[in-house]
């Protein structure tokens, strides 16, 4: 019913710059959270921004001051600029959209994941 669609994940090198971009489509009458996740190798996921539609941001301390999240609520659409990226930032980024509100199910809320993009920092 949902599709979370991420782009711009590549490689660059320490100190260098990218932007992600997720869009989600489907029967969507509402989104309260959308954020980005990561996932490197032989660790677990964990929580690098969120948004609220509200416009309340929360950040991972490793990331502080360094990536910046936004959203267009209207579009459904989050973003992520990351800058000053070190090799640790290499990973899966996965994007993800919380308590959603679908039409003509308007009691329950859901969560969805999209399929993760690359992001690989080298020196």
């Known amino acids: 019913q949902v599709q979370l669609v991420e782009s711009g994940g590549g490689l660059v090198q320490p100190g260098g710059s990218l932007r992600l971009s997720c869009a989600a489509s489907g029967s969507i009458y509402f989104i309260n959270t959308m954020g980005w996740y990561r996932q490197s190798p032989g660790k677990q996921r964990e929580m690098v921004a969120t948004a609220t539609s509200g416009g309340s941001t929360h950040y991972a301390d490793s990331v502080k001051g360094r990536f910046t999240i936004s959203r267009d609520v209207a579009k459904n659409t989050v973003y992520l600029q990351m800058n000053s990226l070190k090799p640790e930032d290499t990973a899966v980024y996965y994007c993800?959209?919380?308590?959603?509100?679908?039409?003509?199910?308007?009691?329950?809320?859901?969560?969805?994941w999209g399929q993760g993009t690359q992001v690989t920092v080298f020196s």
């Open positions: 993800n959209a919380d308590k959603v509100t679908i039409m003509g199910a308007w009691s329950n809320e859901y969560n969805y």
